[in-house]
């Protein structure tokens, strides 16, 4: 019996080579499944083809190292059809049916009946290899799709929390501005004739009766000092007196400043103003009236009534500041907004897992 060869793969590849492309390759040419052309490259040693002869095994070789494998060519020694498991050797015996080539149909021969009966011996260990990798896949795709569909339920969730969240959002927007149409139309020509109507028919108060005329009094009697004193300053200095000026309209704006601070603060300051001034009127008539040296009366009032003005101005506006705080439908619609945008990026991510999960369960299904 002539001698025949066998060609020994050790899962060595050349350093230029593609192993995916080697892989699909090799599962061509030896006509066996995707999966168990890669457990060919776990670094042990595999005849790959048998029983060639010496010319055979040559070319075989040359083709498996145009592919990019690092083969080497043994001699095949004759030896008994093994009937159990070999635990020493893990060698996977691949037949090809023809490595000619022309790939012409050759007669079954001996050793070809051979091939055959060792097949049927590792037949079973490599159905369980796949039985097992079936397994582990089924318990990772069970997996995958519960992980999936809680996400589902999640990201249903939290799109009815964004619709309520959304809704409270517009009718609360929708309030305030409601609010703020009634409290103009509060003010309007229709309110102010209520208002008549109203003062027309209200029952009259004899004590607000008596303080108003008791604060009349009052301001009767400090324009009178504060009259006669700027009127005698300016005789003296010969300068236009309260009359002239028009009194009447000169106390009531003085009295419209008073209304701006406490009751009669204002007068008891332009009555102190009036009294220096008169008390000062025979030095400062001493100078000319062009003279700029020379006070002018309704200057030095002038620059008192805008002093106060500014005074209770700044008072006011600082009271306004402290006492009003950030109205309660604006701070509901910040943290109404705030939720509403943690929800979309919730969802957002939710929804990048889920497309995760589908492409993992995609290409389990297509292995």
Not at 8 to 28: R, T
Not at 221 to 230: A, E, G, Q, R, T
Not at 317 to 339: F, G, I
Request: net charge neutral; proline share 3%; glycine share 2%.
């Amino acid at each position: 019996m002539s001698t025949t060869f066998k060609i020994v793969f050790s899962g060595q590849l050349n350093d230029d080579a593609d192993i995916s492309n080697v892989q699909s390759k090799l599962s061509e040419f030896l006509s066996i499944p995707h999966y168990i052309v890669i457990k060919l490259f776990d670094g042990k040693a595999y005849a790959l083809v048998k029983n060639l002869t010496s010319i055979d095994a040559v070319k075989t070789e040359s083709k498996l190292k145009a592919f990019g494998l690092i083969t080497k060519v043994e001699p095949q020694f004759p030896s008994v059809i093994p009937t159990e498991k070999n635990t020493d050797s893990k060698q996977i015996i691949l037949h090809k049916a023809s490595v000619d080539s022309d790939n012409l149909n050759r007669e079954k021969t001996d050793s070809e009946q051979h091939n055959q009966q060792t097949n049927s011996v590792i037949k079973e260990p490599i159905s369980n290899t796949v039985a097992a990798t079936n397994t582990k896949n089924k318990w990772l795709t069970r997996t995958l799709k519960t992980s999936l569909y809680i996400n589902y339920i999640i990201l249903f969730i939290l799109v009815i929390s964004s619709i309520v969240i959304a809704s409270k959002l517009i009718t609360s927007n929708l309030a305030t501005k409601n609010s703020s149409n009634e409290t103009i139309e509060n003010f309007s020509y229709t309110r102010y004739k209520q208002y008549l109507n109203y003062q027309s028919i209200a029952p009259v108060n004899n004590n607000s009766d008596e303080k108003i005329k008791t604060d009349q009094q009052k301001i009767n009697d400090y324009f009178i000092l504060f009259s006669h004193s700027i009127n005698n300053y300016a005789d003296t200095v010969g300068q236009l007196n309260i009359e002239a000026m028009g009194g009447d309209k000169l106390k009531q704006h003085l009295q419209e400043i008073d209304d701006l601070g406490p009751q009669f603060m204002f007068w008891q300051q332009l009555t102190r103003l009036a009294k220096n001034l008169n008390d000062d009127a025979l030095y400062m008539s001493q100078f000319e009236k062009t003279d700029p040296a020379q006070i002018q009366w309704i200057n030095a009032i002038d620059w008192i009534s805008q002093s106060y003005i500014r005074q209770n101005q700044d008072k006011s506006q600082n009271l306004t500041q402290q006492a009003e705080p950030l109205p309660v439908a604006l701070q509901n619609n910040s943290t109404l907004t705030l939720n509403l945008v943690l929800l979309i990026t919730l969802m957002s991510f939710l929804t990048l897992l889920i497309i995760l999960l589908k492409g993992k369960l995609r290409r389990i299904s297509y292995n």
